[in-house]
């Protein structure tokens, strides 16, 4: 079965960093565009990096410049650098593998999920 397994949350104080990831089992992550979202509590759920075919990245306005998204493909992996972590960060993050739909990721699969909190 397709499993997206993410790792790398948890409570990080203001200022600080973390880093996600997210292994693909049972699927390819070459052949696919890569996706981070998040949901915070009351909110609706976000897209807040892309990774596309051509080494292209987007990243939400709230996050430029704080967050990289990258992909390891001889690991399977696509990771989220996040620097510079403010409490708004706080959230459940997402990984997903899709594609593209009318130039903007489209989600398929998608991970558990994991929380990262940011607070003192």
């Known amino acids: 079965q397709v499993q997206l397994v993410e790792s790398g949350g948890g409570l990080v104080q203001p200022g600080g960093s973390l880093r996600l990831s997210c292994v693909g089992k049972?699927?390819?992550?070459?052949?696919?565009?890569m996706g981070w979202y998040r949901q915070a509590p009351g909110n609706e759920r976000g897209l807040v990096a892309s990774?596309?075919?051509?080494?292209?990245?987007e990243y939400a306005d709230s996050v430029k410049g704080r967050f990289t998204i990258s992909r390891d493909f001889a690991k399977n992996t696509v990771t989220l650098q996040m620097n510079s972590l403010k409490p708004e960060d706080t959230a459940v993050y997402y990984c997903?593998?899709?594609?593209?739909?009318?130039?903007?990721?489209?989600?398929?699969?998608w991970g558990q999920g994991t929380q990262v909190t940011v607070s003192s």
């Open positions: 997903s593998a899709g594609d593209q739909l009318e130039g903007r990721f489209n989600p398929g699969y």
């Open positions: 049972g699927i390819v992550f070459g052949i696919f565009d």
């Open positions: 990774s596309f075919r051509g080494n292209r990245a």
